[in-house]
């Protein structure tokens, strides 16, 4: 069986690299060029077998992934991604699924000119470390705490697809491929939020449910919003597959794993959104508004109130 060096070899001959990186895996850290006038923007996130991913995830679907979210994290501020960091933990050194697992995240690394600099490899339950790096202008970043009353809420793409995929894996029956492809291999929208730059006034990735997310915008910025249901953006598979509105819903509301960009601007620079998400292949929907005081409130098409069965992904609790 390979040792660890060995795991790394072959992660460091498959790597790509960058213009500035001065030095990359091989050493005991890298050495990065952070160009000038510009913020680092930096991004962690841990993958764990059966609690973040389904245990029968192709290798290459978990290597796009692991990347994904995180590029997602990038995208929300609005930065551009430079470099990342990854740490294997391997329950064996089986180089067959190694290379297949750097098959995807090479290939989404390769999309956004992502350099892998560095990280670890041990052994013991899967899980997947990635930590991105990214460059941002101090003025265009875009913060949890930035939402104004009057503000309009967005959401790009389509949201509840990746719960709705994973509902029907849990359900172990006939299930929608569109549906489990957008769980397995999310599109991280980092042209999207650098198109957003100055549009934008807060912003954060969908990754655990909209009410959550944008829960966490509202107390950040200290205000309120009313999200109007009937206006949530769906899908074709996911409207076919849960046709009854009030499931799809709460799939869509505190399903997570989407990795959509949800954010706020003022209603005044609506087209010009529209434009600039238009550029990069993206499409935005205006589903609420913020308002003063504080919490979401829900509202159906009929303007009934709705209550939603748990906020969203707790990592010490699982799906509400």
């Known amino acids: 069986m390979p040792g660890e060096f060995t795991l790394i070899d072959r992660i460091r001959a498959r790597a790509t690299t960058r213009g500035d990186v001065a030095l990359g895996i091989g050493d005991d850290a890298a050495l990065l060029r952070v160009p000038a006038g510009q913020l680092l923007a930096v ?11 389904p245990d029968d ?45 750097c ?8 999309v956004h000119d992502v350099a892998l600099v560095g990280g670890d490899t041990t052994a013991g339950p899967l899980s997947v470390t990635v930590t991105v790096h990214g460059f941002v202008a101090d003025a265009g970043a875009s913060r949890r705490d930035a939402a104004r009353v009057g503000d309009e809420v967005w959401v790009t793409g389509t949201i509840g697809d990746a719960a709705g995929g994973l ?63 009937g206006r949530l953006p769906t899908s074709g598979p996911l409207a076919d597959q849960f046709p009854d509105e009030r499931e799809r819903w709460q799939l869509q509301l505190s399903g997570g794993d989407d990795y959509e ?50 906020a969203g992904f707790d990592h010490f609790a699982g799906h509400a």
């Open 261 to 310: 960009l949800c954010f706020t601007a003022p209603a005044a620079d609506a087209f010009a959104i529209e434009q600039a998400l238009a550029a990069c292949d993206t499409i935005g929907t205006v589903v609420g508004r913020i308002v003063a005081g504080a919490g979401l409130s829900l509202r159906t098409p009929d303007g009934e109130a709705f209550d939603l069965a748990g």
């Open 103 to 110: 098959d995807g995240f090479l290939e989404l690394a390769q």
């Open 43 to 53: 991004s962690t996130d841990t993958l764990v077998a059966g609690r973040h991913f």
């Open 57 to 101: 995830t192709d290798a290459a679907d978990l290597g796009w992934k692991a990347l994904a979210v995180n590029l997602s994290d990038l995208a929300a501020m609005g930065a551009a991604p430079a470099w990342c960091t990854l740490a294997l933990t391997l329950p064996r050194a089986d180089v067959t699924w190694l290379d297949a697992f």
């Open 167 to 229: 509902k029907q894996w849990q359900g172990r029956g006939l299930a929608s491929a569109k549906l489990r492809h957008r769980l397995d291999r999310p599109t991280p929208r980092v042209e999207a939020g650098i198109a957003l730059r100055g549009l934008a006034r807060a912003a954060i990735d969908l990754s655990d449910g909209l009410a959550a997310d944008l829960g966490h915008v509202l107390a950040a910025s200290g205000v309120g919003a009313e999200i109007e249901l």
